[in-house]
């Protein structure tokens, strides 16, 4: 069913915004401290590392840099400028790596319609249809590993290089929209302006596959000018285009072009987020609906505990989506009025060392989402959790 595809396929491309706003900030992070590292301010970039990795100890990435900071506070001036010169800041790359294994489930893993009957609108009547069970909400439980490495690289003073690769595949006892393999690789850029500003373009390149081998393909492409305001506080501005395919054109194909104002601030032992997204999708095929106004809202939080063990930490979202349809989505669904919806996802995820000086983490992951609208047929609620292993070197 078409509308099968739509749900699952807005809402696993929902997170690239998500996914982007953690890498931006890892990069932003490794700017900033080589800024100070070029001014010989060793102390002051130790402690920008320290919070971050307060924050979240499982960053590779951070931690490496700030293993090397330390080597150069504790290193005589001529130790430190030949580390500088000669070792890990312009010539090597920094690279994490991470496996995960989770198992868990949900009550509507294809995010289907929860109703079994549909109104279809006549001219002279309504009548109500039962949808068939391959496009009614599955309930299940399986398995998802993954596996993916993020690199960076400064090639120049003032850039830096950041190349990502993620796969992810779930198998689950139901078929049909349920169990995909996802692959994405992103590469991106990243400037120095100044100390307080810097520009950043990405792009994403990313491929999805169903058990019922239905595929789609992505190319995503981000722009990101970012301005420190105080200490605590970064705003960033952007704009994003994605284009979506499905693999032979025939259901979906569409262009995605919009704008982004996004905020980041550290609050004691939190960092906290919020992302405002508008934009526009143009049906490049005679979809159902054809153009799509979207409007878009995410806050995220990020804090350790210290709560069961040292250094447990807690990440939370809230995202908020509402779209419009340019024309009636079917002159057979509410006699062809305009489809509008708005979908309201809650997200948690909480992160357990369970191994000391070890990579090993204990994760679980719970999500809610509900989605509203004027058309029964796009309605939908589903709750998935999950709970595993990973390992981050």
Known sequence: MKQSIYAVIIILYSFIGISYAV????????????????AKRYQQAADILERELMLDSSNVLVLKKYKLVLQLIGDSTQAAEQVLQSNNWYDNWLIQRKLSLFIGGGDNLNKATNSQYIDITFASSDNFIQLDKESQAKSGYGLEVGAGFEASKQWRKDDWLNLALHFTHRNTSERNFTDYYHLAGSIGWLHSLNMNQ????????E????????????INFLSRYSIKHKNNCQMSIGTDIHWHRQDNGTVLSELYAGGLLETNCYWGNSLYSAALKIGNQWA??????QDQLQLSFLLGQRSILDFLVTRDELRNYIGMTYTLDETGYSDFLAHGAKR????????????LPIMKNKPWWLVIKLEWQKQFSNLALFDFEAFEGWVGIEVIW
């Open 207 to 218: 491929s999805l596959e169903y058990d019922n081998k239905v595929k789609f393909y992505s």
């Open 198 to 205: 810097n520009l950043e373009t990405k792009l994403f390149i």
């Open 284 to 289: 490049l095929i005679d979809n159902p609906g």
């Open 340 to 351: 509008n919806s708005q979908r309201l996802s809650l997200g948690s995820q909480y992160r």
């Open 23 to 38: 890498n931006a900030q890892d990069s932003q992070l490794l700017v900033d401290v080589q800024l100070l590292l070029d």
